[in-house]
C-alpha cells in the first residue's frame, strides 16, 4: 500500500536525555538527505538499513543539531515501510525544530496511533496486537503488562484463527451441499464438525468469561472496605496505604464520602475503597455516603468486612453481615490491641478472618497475603497459561459469535433448510474477523477450493 510519509516525536514532551523525531514512508530517506549531513560524507541513499549514522541536522546552511540516526529499510520495520530515527539532543526547542524541518521537506505530521495503525495496515500487526501495542504502553502492573505481551505475540491472534480454520471447515461442507446438490452429500453436518462445533463454542463462551478477569488484572481489583461506624475502616485504609490519607476520628460517622485509592500488591492493581460506615442515620449528607456503601458493597470484586474486636456484635454489624455475598469477603477483626470480646463462632459466611490493629499495624502483612490469596483462587495468577481477554470490543464480537453458533445448533435440532446454517456460519466467522481486523468473504472461498477437490 502507498502512503505519505509521517512523522512526529515519538519521545515523551519536555525535557530530556535525548528527543526521537521518527519518520515512515517510502519518502523517509529522500526526507533525511535533504537535512541530514553524515560525518562519513557517504550518500544518504547509499547509508545501509539497521545502522545508527552519526552527523548533522542542517536547515540550508544553519546548523540545527548533531545527532544519531538510524536507519530501517522496509520491509521489516515496524511498520513495514522505511523507518528513520532522528535522535537528537532532548530539548524540547530542538527535537520540534528538527520535526518542524522534516515537515517542511515533505513529510506530513504523523496522527495519534498512526505509525501503528500503518503496522497493521500493512499486514505487520493484526488489530489485537494493535490493541496490545496501546495496552502496554498504558500497563500500570506487571501482570496487566504480561497480558498484553501474550497479546502482541500473537496468542488472542492465533486462538482466533485457530477457531475460524474450524468454522471454514465446517462452511466449505456446508456450502459445497448447497452448491452441489447433484453430488449427492445430503448429510446436514457430519458428526464430528458437530462435534467441533461444540468445542469452538465451549472456547468462546471461555474467553467471554475471562474478561471479568482481564478488567481486573487490566483495571484493578475493586476492594471496598464496609462495617458500621467507628470500626476502624478509614484507620485500615490508611494503614495499607502507609499514609494518612482519610480523616479518623472517634467520632462515629466520620467519613462521608467513599474514598479511592489505588494500590499495587504483588503486581496486581487493587482499588481500595474507604466507605462511609453503615448505620440507620437521620442526617442527609451521612444518609447519602451510606447508600453509597450500600451500593459498593455489592458492586465490589472484593469485600473487607471490618468488625471491632474490643465489642459484641450489633444489629448494625447484623445487617451488613446479612448482606455481603461469601464468596467474595475477607472478615477483618479489629483493634486486637485491646481486649477481645467480639464471638464470631456463628458468623460461619465469612470463611476467613483476619486479626489487625489498624492503629498499631498488626496484620496488615497477613491481610495482603490473603487478598493477594483471594486473587489467586480467581486464577489470575495462571493467566501466563491461559489466554484471558481484556478488551471490551474482542468480548462483543465474541459473545456474537458464540450467538451464531447457538442458532446453528438450534437449526440443527428444528431440521430448518441447509442455507440457515450458511448464514449463521458467516456470521460467527465475521465476527471473529472483527476480532483481528480482517473480514473478507474471499477467505472462505479460499478455503473451499483449498480443502475440497470440487471438479473431481
Ligand atoms: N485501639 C484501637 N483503636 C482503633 C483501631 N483502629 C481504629 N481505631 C480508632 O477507632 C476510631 C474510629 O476509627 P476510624 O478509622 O475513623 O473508623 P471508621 O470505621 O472509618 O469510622 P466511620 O468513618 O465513622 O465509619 C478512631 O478513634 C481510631 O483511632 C485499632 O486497631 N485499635
Ligand atoms: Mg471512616
Not at 151 to 177: E, F, P, S, T
Not at 288 to 298: A, E, F, P, R, T
Not at 381 to 389: T, V
Request: negative net charge.
Amino acid at each position: 500500500m502507498m502512503f505519505d510519509t509521517i512523522a512526529a516525536i515519538s519521545t515523551p514532551r519536555g525535557e530530556g536525555g535525548i528527543g526521537i523525531v521518527r519518520l515512515s514512508g517510502d519518502e523517509s530517506l529522500g526526507i533525511l538527505s535533504k537535512i541530514f549531513k553524515p560525518k562519513s560524507k557517504k550518500d544518504v541513499k547509499d547509508i545501509k538499513s539497521y545502522t545508527i549514522n552519526y552527523g548533522h541536522i542542517y536547515d540550508g546552511d544553519e546548523l540545527i543539531d548533531e545527532v544519531l540516526v538510524s536507519v530501517m529499510k522496509a520491509p521489516n520495520t515496524y511498520t513495514r515501510e522505511d523507518i528513520v530515527e532522528i535522535n537528537c539532543h532532548g530539548g524540547y526547542l530542538i527535537t520540534q525544530k528538527v520535526l518542524e524541518l522534516v515537515l517542511k521537506s515533505g513529510a506530513k505530521i504523523a496522527e495519534p496511533g498512526e505509525f501503528t495503525r500503518r503496522a497493521f495496515l500493512n499486514g505487520r500487526l493484526d488489530l489485537t496486537q494493535a490493541e496490545a501495542v496501546i495496552d502496554l504502553i498504558h500497563g500500570k502492573t506487571d501482570k496487566s503488562i504480561s497480558l498484553s505481551l501474550n497479546n502482541l505475540r500473537g496468542d488472542l491472534r492465533d486462538q482466533i484463527n485457530h477457531l475460524k480454520k474450524i468454522l471454514l471447515d465446517v462452511a466449505a461442507h456446508v456450502n459445497v451441499v448447497l452448491d452441489y446438490p447433484e453430488e449427492g452429500v445430503d448429510e446436514p453436518i457430519p458428526e464430528h464438525l458437530i462435534i467441533e462445533l461444540h468445542n469452538v463454542k465451549d472456547t468462546i463462551t471461555k474467553l467471554v468469561e475471562s474478561y471479568d478477569k482481564g478488567k481486573m488484572i487490566k483495571e484493578g481489583i475493586k476492594t471496598a472496605i464496609v462495617g458500621k461506624p467507628n470500626v476502624g475502616k478509614s484507620s485500615l485504609l490508611n494503614s495499607i496505604l502507609r499514609e494518612e490519607r482519610a480523616i479518623v476520628t472517634s467520632i462515629a460517622g466520620t467519613t462521608r464520602d467513599t474514598i479511592e485509592e489505588i494500590i499495587n500488591i504483588k503486581g496486581i492493581p487493587l482499588i481500595m475503597v474507604d466507605t462511609a460506615g453503615i448505620r440507620k442515620t437521620q442526617d442527609e449528607v451521612e444518609n447519602i455516603g451510606v447508600q453509597k456503601s450500600k451500593k459498593m458493597l455489592k458492586e465490589a470484586d472484593l469485600v473487607l468486612f471490618v468488625l471491632d474486636s474490643s465489642r459484641d456484635f450489633s444489629d448494625e454489624d447484623r445487617e451488613i453481615y446479612d448482606s455481603i455475598e461469601s464468596e467474595k469477603v475477607i472478615g477483618i477483626l479489629n483493634k486486637i490491641d485491646m481486649e477481645k470480646k467480639l464471638d464470631i463462632t456463628n458468623l460461619t459466611k465469612v470463611k476467613k478472618w483476619i486479626e489487625i490493629s489498624a492503629l498499631e499495624n498488626i496484620g496488615i502483612d497477613t491481610l495482603e497475603n490473603e487478598i493477594y490469596n483471594f486473587i489467586l483462587s480467581e486464577n489470575i495468577e495462571d493467566s501466563s497459561e491461559k489466554l484471558i481477554i481484556t478488551n471490551i470490543r474482542h468480548k462483543s464480537a465474541l459473545e456474537k459469535t458464540k450467538k451464531s453458533i447457538e442458532n446453528i445448533f438450534e437449526t440443527i435440532d428444528m431440521g430448518y433448510p441447509m442455507d440457515l446454517i450458511a448464514v449463521d456460519l458467516n456470521d460467527a466467522l465475521d465476527s471473529l474477523s472483527e476480532v483481528t481486523g480482517e473480514i473478507s468473504s474471499e477467505d472462505l472461498l479460499d478455503h473451499i477450493f483449498s480443502n475440497f477437490c470440487v471438479g473431481k
